[in-house]
């Protein structure tokens, strides 16, 4: 089977966050004290030492591993569905390349006395996965595995469509902001603003989804 460059990709990703892995268990120092968690003003509230880092660095590899599995057995647990296999696939990567991103952002934050400003950066990647994951929606067709899987739009092909074809434009829509207000604005607005765009897109399609459904009722 020709491998594409998405795929490609995804084995690039999973080898190097397995070589992440093996690097630092190398060359972490023994006094390591590097920041792995932040609270929702963007200040430090996790540092790690050496074994409390190594622990999480192989929970990152092995966490890679899991989704460049699920990544290869696309084709069997969507049973096939072309469109659904490659959306699914994008979504997979995208992914993949977000964790992966925070895997490496923490490591090169090891070698700094300081540390590095990732706070931003990790916000915007995930701004980046928003759009990612909007420009694809539209072409999911109903599955087990990805998409707004509610009652309404599982039972009803046509409520499906419509309501990934709005999320779509959301999801972009709000991976921009999400990229904007992480670039300009004080650290401490960062996530809320972040959770308040997610909780208003998964409101917005789940009520979507509902009056669809009971239009649909009302007019048979």
Known sequence: MKMSTRDWSV????????????????LIPE???VPIHWNITGEVDGWAKRESFLRF??????????????????CRLLGNQESNVSTTRTILAAVLFFFVGIQ???FLGTQRENGIESFRLINIGMGFLFMVIGNVMPKLKINRWAGIRVKWTMDDPQVWYQVHRTAGKLWFAGG?????????LPKYWIVPIMLGVLFLLCSVSFTQ???????????R
Do not use: H, N, P
């Open 11 to 26: 084995l690039t990703l999973v080898a190097l966050s397995l070589l992440l892995f093996g690097v630092a268990f190398l």
């Open 31 to 33: 006094d390591l004290r």
């Open 57 to 74: 660095a192989a929970f990152q590899s092995v966490l890679s591993m899991l989704l460049g599995i699920f990544y290869y057995f696309t």
């Open 104 to 106: 490496s952002l923490i």
């Open 176 to 184: 921009g902001l999400i990229i904007f207000e992480s670039v300009l």
């Open 209 to 219: 989804a509902w009056l669809l459904a009971c239009r649909k009722r009302t007019t």
